[in-house]
């Protein structure tokens, strides 16, 4: 069975703080990606990586930054984490073929305080 | 650039009852198309997708046909259950774009006896 898997369902941090949120896939997929997510706004694109050690900005790359060290994990950064990050936060990942669907991880929500 | 624009909820609908959630799309290329649902506490899971013009997507009684000439993928469902309650997102996937998905806003659905 396909699975994302990210490391934590909730987290709580402080302002100022480095976050790390981590997603695993064990689908040997290509393509991966990291969205957030927020009432009225749907799925917001922050990074994607086709390839290990190749990363993308998307529509929100402000304030992120990613790793793909391998090619099954790929991870988020807040380098700052700040109030106007507190969100829910969703992993993706999707073979790299075109026309193919993308499998979702349960989330993270975020709550920086 | 790519965008989604889907009607906005919540829909609130009897049992049985006949459901449609209108989504429309700008795109630069000929984009694939999907519907996602996500039930509540969990990530986002493909419901249908279709790839070309006049393609009907279909699963769990559900479905949706591409139309090119009026740029719409609209969601439709004959006959309702309070199983179906959940929000769901209409998005795209550009070729040109690399096959990264550009999400509506959701459309929450609910579902009572």
């Known amino acids: 069975d396909v699975k994302v898997t990210q490391s934590s369902r909730y987290l709580v941090k402080r302002t100022g703080e480095k976050v790390f949120l981590e997603c695993v896939q064990d689908?040997?997929?290509?393509?991966m990606f990291w969205y957030r997510q927020d009432p009225g706004l749907g799925l917001r694109l922050i990074y994607f990586?086709?390839?290990?050690?190749?990363?993308e900005k998307g529509d929100i790359p402000e304030g992120y930054s990613v790793s793909r060290e391998k090619k099954e994990r790929f991870s988020l950064i807040l380098e700052s984490a700040s109030t106007n990050q507190t969100s829910m936060y969703l992993c993706?990942?999707?073979?790299?073929?075109?026309?193919?669907?993308?499998?979702f991880g349960q989330g993270t929500r975020l709550t920086v305080v | 650039g790519d965008s989604v624009t889907q009607m906005e909820g919540p829909v609130t609908l009897s049992e049985e009852a006949f459901l449609t959630i209108n989504c429309t799309y700008t795109?630069?290329?000929?984009?694939?198309l999907f519907w996602y649902v996500q039930y509540p506490g969990e990530g986002l899971q493909l419901l249908l997708k279709a790839t070309k013009a006049d393609d009907k997507g279909s699963n769990k009684g559900f479905e949706a046909t591409y139309r090119k000439e009026t740029t719409s993928f609209h969601l439709e469902k004959g006959s309702v259950q309070v199983s179906d309650s959940a929000v769901y997102f209409c998005?795209?996937?550009?070729?040109?774009?690399?096959?990264?998905?550009?999400f509506g806003t959701g459309t929450q659905l609910k579902v009572e006896l």
């Open positions: 689908m040997d997929h290509e393509n």
């Open positions: 990586s086709y390839d290990v050690k190749m990363k």
């Open positions: 993706a990942s999707q073979i790299g073929s075109l026309n193919t669907e993308a499998f």
């Open positions: 998005a795209l996937s550009d070729r040109g774009g690399g096959n990264k998905l550009t």
């Open positions: 795109a630069t290329g000929y984009p694939s």
